[in-house]
């Protein structure tokens, strides 16, 4: 069974950082018989999910253009975490983010935003900026 555990949320003044982490257990960063591929989504209330950063198992990343340059995302392969570094946190940044994984019999060729491509959801950290 897959499960994906966030932590690091909290809250932060505008201008602040914060760094969020997720570890997944019963899911390889290193397997070979697949390609794994790993996001951080937020939803703040009222709104969708919206893809923040993706990577993939060879390190390849996508960003949202919002995050872009404030936000890094990272794995460490030997701990399964991921993370998500963010600087500069404004006001819009506020959310609940969760980590999501790629199944772990798929062959993700690059890391990408969109919802309907991850299968394991972690439930959530939730981050506050306040002004």
């Known amino acids: 069974q897959v499960q994906l555990v966030e932590s690091g949320g909290g809250l932060v003044q505008a201008g602040g950082s914060l760094r969020l982490s997720c570890v997944a257990s019963?899911?390889?960063?290193?397997?070979?018989?697949?390609?794994?591929?790993m996001a951080w989504f937020r939803q703040a209330p009222g709104k969708g999910h919206e893809g923040v950063a993706g990577?993939?198992?060879?390190?390849?990343?996508m960003y949202a253009e919002s995050v872009k340059g404030r936000f890094t995302i990272s794995q460490d392969n030997a701990k399964n975490t991921l993370y998500l570094q963010m600087t500069s946190l404004q006001l819009e940044d506020a959310a609940m983010y969760y980590c999501?994984?790629?199944?772990?019999?798929?062959?993700?060729?690059?890391?990408?935003?969109?919802?309907?491509?991850?299968?394991?959801w972690g439930q959530g950290t939730q981050v506050t900026v306040s002004s």
């Open positions: 019963g899911y390889s960063f290193t397997s070979t018989d697949n390609r794994h591929c």
């Open positions: 999501a994984a790629t199944s772990r019999y798929a062959w993700c060729s690059g890391p990408g935003l969109g919802r309907t491509d991850y299968t394991y």
């Open positions: 990577i993939d198992r060879d390190g390849g990343t």
